[in-house]
């Protein structure tokens, strides 16, 4: 079993509505749980961090976090095309010392 | 706040030739880290350092790749010989906490 697993997509929305990018990790002593936003050929980018269970909002960002079901999902609301791009789920490991495990990602292609 | 700082950006070169990154952290960032993208993939760790101390480098192919961070600042990744399935994307990230920010990265291409 894969440490992080995210749906590979492509998931395709149209402009305005709600994207929901699912990822799961199977190591219960996981702490910190990260989604990174990745252009085609840019590097990661930090848009959301989340540290317990819950909801966190940022802009049109939500991070939900269920520590009891290993899962943490984002959505983004009222979808953009400049949203289109690969988002990556990354995973911190109780006393791994801060290594960041990372999913394959999932394309999201957002139309007009 | 200038961000991570790596070069070269692009390098092609052909299979057994050796090759360096070079990676300029966040200013005040202890740890950085070294990672490989794979098309379609997500990073996968080589390498990080904690000031000038080596934490994990327990995914580093220590046959052909090296890294150092000599006075915990900037670090070098080199590899020698290069294989072509050494094409990849490296990318450094730094960190003063949790959360890692990226540099732009070096894409390689062994032909």
């Known amino acids: 079993q894969k440490e992080v697993e995210q749906n590979s997509g492509p998931l395709s929305v149209p402009e305005g509505a709600i994207a929901s990018l699912n990822c799961t990790y199977s190591d219960r002593g996981s702490q910190s749980f990260f989604w990174y936003r990745q252009y085609s050929g840019k590097s990661p980018e930090l848009i959301m961090s989340?540290?317990?269970?819950g909801d966190k909002e940022d802009g049109r960002f939500t991070a939900q976090l269920n520590k009891a079901s290993q899962y943490v999902s984002l959505l983004i609301r009222d979808s953009q095309p400049s949203d289109s791009a690969t988002y990556l789920c990354?995973?911190?490991?109780?006393?791994?010392?801060?290594?960041?495990?990372f999913g394959q990602g999932t394309e999201l292609s957002v139309k007009p | 706040e200038a961000g991570v700082a790596q070069s070269p950006r692009y390098k092609i070169i052909e299979k057994r030739q050796s090759v360096a990154f070079w990676c300029n952290p966040i200013?005040?960032?202890?740890?950085l880290y070294w990672y490989q993208q794979i098309l379609g993939q997500g990073p996968k760790l080589l390498i990080q350092f904690q000031n000038n101390g080596v934490v994990d480098d327990s995914q580093l192919p220590k046959d052909r790749f090296s890294a150092e961070r000599l006075k915990g600042v900037d670090s070098t990744l080199k590899i020698q010989p290069a294989k072509l399935e050494d094409s990849a994307v490296y990318l450094c990230?730094?960190?003063?906490?949790?959360?890692?920010?990226f540099g732009p990265g070096t894409r390689l291409t062994v032909t």
């Open positions: 989340i540290y317990s269970n």
């Open positions: 200013s005040g960032h202890a740890t």
């Open positions: 990230a730094s960190t003063s906490t949790y959360e890692q920010y």
């Open positions: 990354a995973v911190n490991i109780y006393n791994q010392g801060g290594k960041l495990i």
